[in-house]
Nanobody
Framework: QAQLVESGGGLVQPGGSLKLTCAAS????????TAWFRQAPGKEREEVSC????????YYSASAKDRFTISKDHAKSTVYLEMTNLQPTDSGVYYC??????????????????????WGEGTLVTVSS
């Protein structure tokens, strides 16, 4: 059973930074997609960023673009999300998710919540003064 474990969440002041980590158990396939989603209380889960683990093609939501950076260490099956200039609207539980196989992603083209078959338990990010 594939397992994803997120870490790195916490409390940060507005304008601050955090780096989230998603550590995955090894998958049978080398080509897969890893995405970060977040969910604020009372709101739907939204995709923040997604990366193709083979060719590094990426997607960013409009709110994440220019502030967040997704990166990977394929050998370690690990994906990172560096978040800068955090704002209270960035608060929520951040989930890591995996889709086995390749998807086309790019500007305006996310991985898609319903494509993701494996999910972590999430890590809480709170942006508050």
């Amino acid at each position: 059973q594939a397992q994803l474990v997120e870490s790195g969440g916490g409390l940060v002041q507005p304008g601050g930074s955090l780096k989230l980590t998603c550590a995955a158990s090894r998958f049978a396939k080398d080509d897969y997609m890893t995405a970060w989603f977040r969910q604020a209380p009372g709101k739907e889960r939204e995709e923040v960023s997604c990366i193709n683990m083979q060719d590094s093609t990426q997607y960013y939501s409009a709110s994440a673009k220019d502030r967040f950076t997704i990166s990977k260490d394929h050998a370690k099956s690990t994906v990172y999300l560096e978040m800068t200039n955090l704002q209270p609207t960035d608060s929520g539980v951040y989930y890591c998710a995996v889709h086995l196989g390749s998807l086309y992603v790019g500007p305006g083209v996310p991985c898609g919540l319903w494509n993701m078959a494996h999910w972590g338990e999430g890590t809480l990010v709170t942006v508050s003064s």
